[in-house]
């Protein structure tokens, strides 16, 4: 079941969730060019003060949220805004944790959900849920100020659902309903009334105050600090202070329902008082007592309904508005995108990115139950503490940072924070710790830190990359400009000032150099350049389309039935040069020098290079398989270079007339060498390239393999060579992933990486992917270790197909080795699908591992092995012939066997 032009969309409840999945579903539906009415129902007033607006939330806007929120328009102005967050303190019985960030990608906000609480009544609207509203009324959403009191599911899918709204019941055609009302329970009751098998989430009752204190007190006494206490109380987990204007809001939650009385005792609890509220009994506050979910609700979803925001699943605990969020966006992409059935929301709303989110209840349960223990603890505390404190810069150290600051502003998933916790190398340091602690205690009476010290901590800005970061790139070449290009282009998108900087020793227009590269742009990298980067493909500096391979042994040949792509024949060096210059012109800052050091340190990175020294907050190397480069990371990093085979490229220059009449053809050949392992030559505009590769090559491999044949008969007569080819480059590239690649504020892609098609082919297409990937992995997840560990994962299509391209590799040379390819060619010219093997085998226009997977059929291996069978009884015969005669005398038994 689709959604149809003129299909209507009823959403209940118009909270951020509510909101949230009005404003998705209409822009999505008219980007598709789908027009469908969406109507909100809600009977809150959101622009009241006090408790008929108020809709019972901290409203503490996180920084992914931010980013979430910037990316589809609806950044809150700045009037909506009560605070800016810098800081966040918890304060247990016995120590302090401080932990701040001086960079980040998107604020931390805070706002009021209503219009402020009782008696804050101002001249201007500070609902951030009436900002939503008004914005779901811009995009032409109709707002209902009624209550939904029933809904009638039809008999059949293909019918509408029924609600009843308003004081009589006034009846309502909807093609879809998405819920969103919360948990309020009335509604949650009717819902698991109506047979699909909807049970809402377990709940637990906090309570919440708006404390109003002087300006100048909040200012002094907070800032911009969310300050949490964890409390020496039986039941009471935290109580989390959160600065507005002109109000100071507690939020306080227990592991069971919290009451009024509770909210008293805390106010009045000594550490609250030291820090905070001197005469709390003095504060005339408003508060209320909201409820939170504490697991999943389950069966979310029938045909033409969903469920989002508190009333499906949220974060265990935080996060409320960011969950309302994401559950709002994946049901309405499934809705608009895939379909209202039942079916369609169990394969596209609940997804792994929503199973994350339900399943988040139970690792967070796990976590605060952690927490209890630690930081009731004072012995457990004090290795905290320490960890945190004696050597600031070690590796768990500076995790266990980015873990506790993720634990408070919500920013990775529970079960990554339980990873990071539980991981080998965080153990063993806490347990290394935890001795230190009792052996400093028992030596000399002393504990580091002193009970009642706050350990103030910055947090590495090692999450995505934010307003005002720089990237540093090493490499001028595909992959690096690739990824400067991408970073651009995705900082543009995101409105995300960013500075972008390469670093390239070469000179391509003022002087002569080149670049051990054939220079083939193979499709789509027309797509590439143009759609992904925003760059036009350079026709201009083609200077040949190749529309064919042609295969080669030593006695035979084979033209290989094409896919009807062309490709481009450039010269390398142009292209460079051309992508450098694009990369100008997009604002991005090209360095004309050579990098001589690198300094890797947990606040950034020190590029020292032969003229202009910069720092940045990552450095991507892109240098191929420079060794100058290498040796900088290898002195510094676990990175090693990755195995390599030498090639050695040469030109021949027949003649314009005579290169022009060369058929745009490349010619592939497998010799029976052990010094080559495969040769090539590529038609240009005025000249031939011509490139040979192998473990042991050397020029005079090169110059033998100009003398053979099979070669003489493809190229011209040397007569017409304006010189004989003793001008030859000799270059290499990469036969396996590089060993350690990426680590924090540093990453290796392209050649330098190892993460290239096996055999080659495709290489210029293969690093601006590799470093496009890098830019998003940069973008979306950061630029730690853990973050490029995606960036690795993305890569699996090039490094899953090695082990198949080794195989493909082996069979190839010892086909070559043992002159039994000629049978091989033979079948391929009776049996398409060895015909097409062969194809994507050289022209790299599809991976090894499909390659194979298309040759393992049984039938055509045997074929294949009657082929060769044939092929070699008939080379016996034919050598039983010549010893024949030969042993009896007999004219032209003399030459030897072939």
């Known amino acids: 079941m689709k959604l149809r032009n003129g299909d209507r969309i009823a959403v209940i409840g118009a909270g951020p969730a509510g909101t949230f999945f009005a404003y998705l579903a209409q822009d999505m539906a008219r980007n598709l060019g789908l027009d469908v009415s969406i109507t909100l129902f809600d009977g809150k007033h959101f622009e009241r003060p006090g408790p008929p607006g108020c809709n019972m939330c901290a409203g503490v806007i996180s920084e992914t949220l931010s980013e979430k929120l910037h990316q589809v328009g609806l950044d809150p102005p700045g009037d909506r805004v009560q605070a800016y967050i810098e800081e966040y303190i918890l304060r247990t019985p016995h120590y302090g944790i401080s932990l701040y960030r001086r960079r980040r990608r998107f604020p931390i906000c805070t706002v009021y959900r209503g219009n402020g609480p009782r008696g804050a009544a101002g001249a201007v609207n500070v609902s951030f849920d009436d900002f939503l509203l008004d914005r779901c009324r811009q995009q032409g959403i109709e707002v209902m100020p009624e209550m939904v009191h029933r809904i009638i599911r039809p008999e059949r899918p293909e019918d509408p659902v029924i609600l009843e709204y308003g004081a009589d019941n006034r009846p309502f055609e909807a093609h879809l309903v998405a819920v969103a009302s919360g948990l309020n329970t009335r509604l949650l009751n009717h819902l698991s009334g109506l047979g699909f098998g909807y049970r809402p989430p377990r709940t637990l009752y906090t309570c919440q105050a708006e404390i109003p204190l002087p300006e100048d007190f909040i200012r002094r006494k907070v800032g911009h600090t969310i300050t949490a206490f964890a409390l020496e109380h039986p039941y009471i987990r935290f109580a989390v202070f959160t600065p507005k204007r002109r109000h100071l809001t507690l939020s306080v939650v227990g592991k069971r329902d919290v009451h009024p009385r509770d909210l008293e005792e805390v106010l009045n609890h000594p550490q609250i008082r030291e820090h905070f509220l001197e005469q709390p009994e003095s504060l005339q506050y408003c508060f209320c007592r909201p409820l939170i979910a504490v697991s999943a609700a389950r069966r979310v979803f029938t045909d033409r309904l969903v469920v989002v925001g508190d009333a499906a699943f949220s974060r265990y605990y935080k996060n409320g508005i960011e969950s309302a969020f994401d559950t709002a966006r994946l049901a309405a992409a499934c809705a608009v995108e895939h379909g209202v059935s039942s079916r369609d929301f169990r394969r596209h709303y609940l997804n792994r990115e929503a199973r994350i989110i339900r399943h988040s209840p139970h690792y967070g349960e796990m976590i605060f139950r952690l927490y209890d223990v630690i930081f009731h603890s004072r012995r457990l505390s004090a290795v905290l503490m320490s960890l945190l404190a004696r050597r600031p810069q070690s590796y768990s150290s500076r995790r266990m940072t980015q873990v506790l600051w993720s634990l408070f502003t919500g920013n990775i998933a529970y079960r990554a924070i339980l990873r990071h916790l539980f991981h080998p190398r965080m153990q063993l340091r806490l347990t290394v710790e935890q001795a230190l ?462």
């Open 437 to 898: 602690v009792i052996g400093r205690k028992l030596l000399t009476g002393r504990e580091f830190p002193a009970v009642g010290d706050t350990v103030r901590r910055e947090v590495e800005a090692l999450g995505p990359l934010g307003f005002g970061q720089t990237v540093a790139i090493i490499g001028g070449g595909p992959a690096g400009v690739g990824c400067a290009l991408a970073l651009k282009k995705l900082s543009a998108e995101r409105g995300i000032d960013l500075k972008v900087i390469i670093y390239e020793g070469k000179d391509f227009e003022t002087r002569p150099h080149y670049n051990q590269c054939v220079g083939v742009l193979s499709p789509p990298l027309e797509t590439i350049l143009e759609q992904e980067l925003g760059i036009p493909f350079p026709h201009h500096l083609v200077q040949r389309h190749i529309r064919g391979y042609t295969l080669h042994s030593d006695t035979g040949s084979l033209p290989l039935p094409d896919d009807g792509r062309v490709s481009f024949a450039v010269r390398r060096v142009t292209f460079d040069n051309y992508m450098l210059n694009q990369a100008r012109e997009k604002g991005i800052e090209v360095i004309p020098s050579r990098v001589t050091d690198l300094e890797i340190g947990p606040d950034g990175v020190m590029i020292y290079s032969e003229t202009v020294n910069r720092t940045a907050d990552v450095v991507v190397g892109a240098f191929g398989l420079d060794d100058g480069t290498a040796k900088v990371f290898e002195r510094i990093t676990p990175y090693r270079q990755p195995r390599f085979m030498n090639s050695i490229v040469t030109k021949i220059h027949p003649g314009m007339e005579t290169a022009a009449r060369f058929e745009e053809v490349i010619h592939a050949f497998l010799p029976a060498r052990r010094d080559i392992e495969f040769g090539a030559v590529t038609p240009k505009r005025d000249h031939l390239t011509i490139n040979v590769a192998g473990s042991r090559i050397t020029a005079q491999s090169l110059r033998d393999f100009l003398d053979l044949p099979e070669v003489r008969k493809v190229l011209p007569p040397r007569d017409l060579w304006e010189e004989d080819p003793v001008t030859c480059f000799k270059g290499k590239f990469p036969m396996r992933v590089a060993r350690a690649f990426y680590g924090d504020r540093w990453v290796i892609i392209g050649d330098a990486a190892g993460l290239l098609r096996p055999f080659k082919g495709k290489g210029i297409n293969t690093a601006i992917l590799t470093g496009m990937r890098a830019a998003y992995t940069m973008f979306d997840m950061g630029i730690s270790r853990q973050a490029f560990r995606n960036f690795h994962a993305k890569c699996e299509d090039i490094t899953r197909d090695l082990p198949y391209g080794k195989l493909v590799r082996f069979l190839a040379l010892r086909l070559a080795a043992w002159k039994i390819l000629d049978p091989i060619l033979d079948l391929a010219g009776r049996d398409r699908r060895v015909a097409d093997a062969l194809f994507n085998s050289v022209s790299a226009h599809q991976n090894y591992r499909v390659i194979v997977r298309d040759l393992a059929d049984w039938r055509l291996l045997l074929r294949s092995a009657g082929a060769i069978i044939g092929h070699l009884t008939a080379r016996l015969a034919g050598w039983t012939r010549r010893d024949r005669r030969r042993a009896s005398g007999a004219p032209g038994a003399t030459s030897g066997k072939p």
